[in-house]
């Protein structure tokens, strides 16, 4: 009976010490160390850590620091990270259908992007928790925006300019060689040496981050055109969810879900704060016509049939374009209505 009594006791304190224990969750990113994403991460650690009493530290490790977003989603499945910030880049590794997000010119502004993505999202989280991983929240970084060293309006200037392509992204590689582009790969981390060098000299990407890793003191000519959407997620390993005592996991969700609103009400917007700040250091902005923008659709349109199935599997292709057409045809019915 003494035994049976010390065993349970024993098991019970074992037990407790278990669900006490301090879990470490290492983050990565290559949001560099200082910028807004960066500081909300560290304002999401401090508060998971509230809120668990303290048994939960989240450690960030910034810019790039553990490698490309490829070698995060890598390092989080062998078990030496846990959790990571990426964009589209690390979260098509978990699921492909993700590409589908980055469709060139597909959006026109947010309102496109939070009806478009609600009607996919359960089955892109539903893919990204196949492959073993949770998705803590969607972050939208802002829009894509041509940086180049040399003016460029035309898809035809840009034919004759290297692009920064993700380094171990070859299905990108292939869709710029068939549409008579030329790609360069590259990790992430050396894009600046890059530019310095010359061996690339054109890169998409959003003006927060252009400014924040000074790209644009190289790549000083920007084109006024949302080429596309850098939005991404948060993931962590599921294995590593399931070790945080589940009373606390609400309480978790509903930080990240705070600092997602504030983000979205607050960093959405801070691209044209971004631009004006780099022209006053030399960037060069230059504008489209309607008939130039026009001229870019249609030229994008014509690269469907290479982007379809090679780039975004085709039946979520064909899926995010039927969305758009009826998105527009809604627009186009509330502002008959509105005349």
């Known amino acids: 009976m003494y035994k049976n009594t010390l065993k349970i006791i024993l098991i019970f304190m074992f037990a407790t010490q278990l669900m006490g224990k301090k879990i470490i969750i290492k983050m990565a ?3 560099p160390e200082g910028t807004e994403w960066h500081g909300m991460l560290v304002e999401m650690g401090q508060k998971w850590n509230e809120v668990t009493d303290g048994t939960v530290e989240l450690r960030i490790y910034p810019g790039g620091v553990v490698g490309d977003e490829r070698d995060m989603i890598r390092k989080i499945r062998i078990g030496q990270i846990h959790a990571a910030a990426v964009t589209t880049e690390g979260l098509s590794e978990l699921n492909p259908d993700i590409y589908s997000l980055i469709i060139p010119l597909l959006f026109d502004d947010w309102d496109d992007v939070d009806w478009i993505r609600e009607r996919l999202e359960d089955d892109l989280i539903a893919g990204i928790e196949k492959s073993g991983f949770k998705l803590l929240t969607w972050t939208d970084i802002g829009w894509v925006h041509w940086f180049t060293k040399d003016p460029m309006k035309l898809p035809e200037d840009l034919k004759g300019m290297k692009i920064f392509n993700w380094a171990g992204e070859f299905k990108t590689l292939q869709l710029w060689k068939s549409g008579g582009f030329h790609a360069v790969q590259l990790a992430s981390i050396d894009i600046l040496s890059g530019l310095q060098t010359g061996l690339i000299n054109a890169i998409g990407t959003n003006p927060m981050v252009s400014l924040a890793s000074q790209w644009f003191g190289l790549a000083n000519h920007m084109l ?12 962590i390993d599921k294995r590593t969810w399931e070790k945080i005592d589940p009373k606390y996991h609400e309480k978790m969700y509903e930080i990240i879900a705070e600092i997602d609103r504030k983000q979205r009400e607050t960093g959405r917007y801070k691209d044209g704060e971004s631009i004006e700040v780099m022209k006053q250091y030399g960037l060069k902005v230059n504008k489209l016509t309607n008939d ?7 030229y994008v349109k014509e690269w469907y049939p290479d982007i379809r199935g090679s780039y975004v599997p085709a039946e979520i292709f064909d899926k995010v374009i039927a969305l758009k057409e009826e998105k527009d045809l809604l627009d186009s019915k509330i502002k008959s209505d509105e005349n």
């Open 292 to 298: 130039e923008l026009q001229y870019w659709k249609e």
């Open 224 to 235: 006024d055109m949302r080429w596309g959407l850098l939005t991404g997620g948060i993931v």
């Open 29 to 31: 990113t290559l949001a």
